[in-house]
């Protein structure tokens, strides 16, 4: 028993010996390759005979042979001359750090090193990063940027930087994971930022994409986390509420959000904003799209409603006159259409017709008295953003039609009303596509 002891005792003993021995031709090559002009070739005996030693089993639980990979594979990444030879060699060395960590979590031996070849793989994963996104190779950006920030969370944790966060790395990988369509990757990266507080112009789209992801993917929490965060960093932005609302009502039955609105409507409790929003729910909410379309109407009524209260409430919006004046629009077509659907000459059928061209009259009344209120509103404008141009141009196709509408309707009962709205319909066709630029 003694004799097996004593071998395996030398036989580890030998091994030891034989890394360090390997070790030493490492770390003189890497020193040669500091002087002189061979420095290239010295750094690459160093990663030959590294290759050679990580090569025996027993170096694989050795810190120092980690150690020395970070060193050597970091210099040759930093080392224009030998990384297009060795293009992994910044990759390779961050692995091999952190198996040294595992092995060493006090680092002595890499602090005694002076972080030696750290610095470089962080740069040259840095470097490799930019020029993918430059190029919108998302995928190949992300997978660099993804590991700069690793290394950067260790520089902060570890203390190898003055910096608290690495912002940048950060901000790079989540928006190259976004572009890569890795929303869950992003939202990792684009929180922890969020977190910290960091605001300013360029950073607002984060919270924008954390906010809305969180919404989409119905996560509550997330969601309220991430929303006052949001408003704490930009309380001007309006955008915020609008999701607040979008989160209230689609994560609630039509029937309760309905119940909700003409309750605050009837105490006079809502904004000009929240009038749009509603306006915007009744008419694009999904569940309200897929009624029929007789019962979908009631909310197009709703809709035009909410809109025309948020034009009352803010005279100089626009969109929002705009807006009511297309939900009504849609009522005079839905209206018109069904009056085509009344055939026959009978007295009943007659009525039929006279009781729906009056729903059609009253809904074409609605529309024009809205788009008329929009157009002047933003035809007197002196700058106008890329909607209300395409609202304005809109409006005059719009308006247009229904008094062509109200022409024809006019037609052989009403000479006066007849070029009265023959005028009208003349004005607004001459406007056609004067706005649209």
């Known amino acids: 028993m003694k004799r097996i002891t004593i071998g395996a005792l030398l036989l580890i003993f030998i091994g030891t010996a034989a890394n360090a021995q390997d070790f030493k031709k490492v770390r003189n090559a890497m020193l040669l390759a500091q002087v002189g002009a061979g420095g290239d070739q010295k750094l690459e005996e160093a990663k030959t005979e590294l290759d050679k030693a990580l090569a025996d089993p027993k170096a694989q639980n050795n810190p120092e042979a980690y150690l020395l990979k970070t060193e050597v594979y970091g210099t040759i990444a930093g080392n224009n001359n030998l990384k297009a030879k060795y293009p992994n060699a910044d990759v390779e060395g961050y692995h091999a750090l952190k198996k040294y960590l595992e092995l060493e979590p006090a680092e002595t031996k890499l602090k005694e090193d002076k972080y030696a070849g750290v610095n470089s793989i962080y740069s040259s994963l840095f470097s490799a990063g930019v020029k993918d996104y430059n190029a919108k190779n998302w995928d190949s950006a992300y997978s660099k940027f993804k590991v700069v920030a690793e290394l950067g969370d260790m520089f902060t944790t570890r203390k190898w930087s003055a910096s608290a966060f690495d912002t940048t790395s950060y901000l790079y990988a ?9 929303s869950d990757e992003a939202a990792k990266y684009y929180g922890k930022i969020a977190e910290r507080k960091v605001v300013g112009a360029d950073y607002e789209g984060i919270y924008d994409f954390l906010v809305k992801y969180y919404l989409n993917t119905n996560n509550q929490a997330e969601f309220t986390k991430y929303l006052a965060l949001a408003k704490e960093a930009y309380p001007k932005n309006t955008l915020w509420n609008d999701l607040a609302f979008a989160n209230t009502t689609d994560n609630s039955a039509v029937e309760d959000v309905v119940k909700k609105f003409e309750t605050e409507d009837a105490a006079k409790s809502l904004s000009a904003t929240n009038y749009l929003d509603y306006g915007d729910y009744f008419i694009n909410n999904k569940k309200i799209k897929d009624l029929e379309p007789a019962k979908r109407s009631e909310f197009t009524n709703k809709a035009y409603y909410s809109f025309a209260k948020a034009a009352e409430l803010d005279t100089a919006n626009g969109i929002a006159s705009y807006n009511a004046g297309v939900a009504a629009y849609t009522m005079f077509e839905d209206a018109s259409d069904a009056r085509v659907k009344i055939k026959g000459t009978t007295p009943d059928i007659k009525a039929k017709q006279s009781a729906a061209d009056k729903v059609a009259d009253a809904a074409a009344d609605k529309s024009i008295q809205s788009l008329e209120k929009s157009f002047a509103t933003l035809s007197s404008k002196a700058t106008r ?21 109200k022409k024809n309707r006019a037609r052989g009962t009403n000479p006066k009303d007849y070029d009265k709205y023959d005028a009208k319909s003349k004005y607004y066709d001459g406007l056609h596509g004067k706005f649209a630029k």
Do not use: F
């Open 174 to 182: 989540g928006v190259t994971a976004q572009n890569a369509k890795k």
């Open 385 to 405: 953003s890329n909607i209300e141009r395409n609202c304005l141009s809109k409006s005059t196709d719009l308006l247009y039609n229904l008094y062509e509408y």
